[in-house]
T-cell receptor, first 114, second 112 residues
């Protein structure tokens, strides 16, 4: 069965600093990978996704992620963090089939200091 | 464009009471629909998914049930709530062969 690991439960960065959130997956075939963001008390918003092709994918809000098959990773990055980026970030892999079922990591909570 | 609604936004219920949470999707037809639960400080757990009217698949045994009476309506229910049912419930949809899921705003349930 597929699984997703987000090793960092909580990360604090200063506004304007760069950010990298780690995600490792376990999946037998070529994975479909996602990053979602959740602000407190809100639903999940899709940041970006990787299905195939270019291993560096661009998303909304200035985020990008790089798929590295050799490392089974799909890390999320942003060159310069804004205070509004403070939220919880979830990495997910989908089990394709009749209905696409997402398996989520446990999330990384990002705190941004001014 | 597609929109997904959930209500109520917040719910406080006593132990043993029934539950009904509703999710509706606008702007698409024959979506796949999903119910997730997010317990405090934890990730998201898939509870149910549906590929069509009346078709429900359960991912984990639990005190909850789901129904899909109409194409774009997905209901999460319980006959008797437990304390452990407290959490944040999220509905999501995807379409056809596309794997991307889009989430609703969620319902926060507190069972006392």
């Amino acid at each position: 069965a597929q699984s997703v690991t987000q090793p960092d439960i909580h990360i604090t960065v200063s506004e304007g600093a760069s950010l990298e959130l780690r995600c490792n997956y376990s999946y037998g075939a070529t994975p479909y990978l996602f990053w979602y963001v959740q602000s407190p008390g809100q639903g999940l918003q899709l940041l970006l996704k990787y299905f195939s092709g270019d291993t560096l994918v661009q998303g909304i809000k200035g985020f990008e992620a790089e798929f590295k098959r050799s490392q089974s990773s799909f890390n999320l990055r942003k060159p310069s963090v804004h205070w509004s980026d403070a939220a919880e970030y979830f990495c997910a892999v989908v089990n394709t089939g009749t209905a696409s079922k997402l398996t989520f990591g446990t999330g990384t909570r990002l705190q941004v200091t001014l | 464009s597609q929109t997904i609604h959930q209500w109520p936004a917040t719910l406080v219920q006593p132990v043993g009471s029934p539950l009904s949470l509703e999710c509706t999707v606008e702007g698409t037809s024959n979506p796949n629909l999903y119910w997730y639960r997010q317990a405090a400080g934890r990730g998201l757990q898939l509870l149910f998914y549906s590929v069509g009217i009346g078709q429900i698949s359960s991912e984990v045994p639990q005190n909850l049930s789901a129904s899909r009476p109409q194409d774009r309506q997905f209901i999460l229910s319980s006959k008797k709530l437990l304390l452990s049912d407290s959490g944040f419930y999220l509905c999501a949809w995807s379409w056809g062969g596309w794997e991307t899921q889009y989430f609703g705003p969620g319902t926060r349930l507190l069972v006392l």
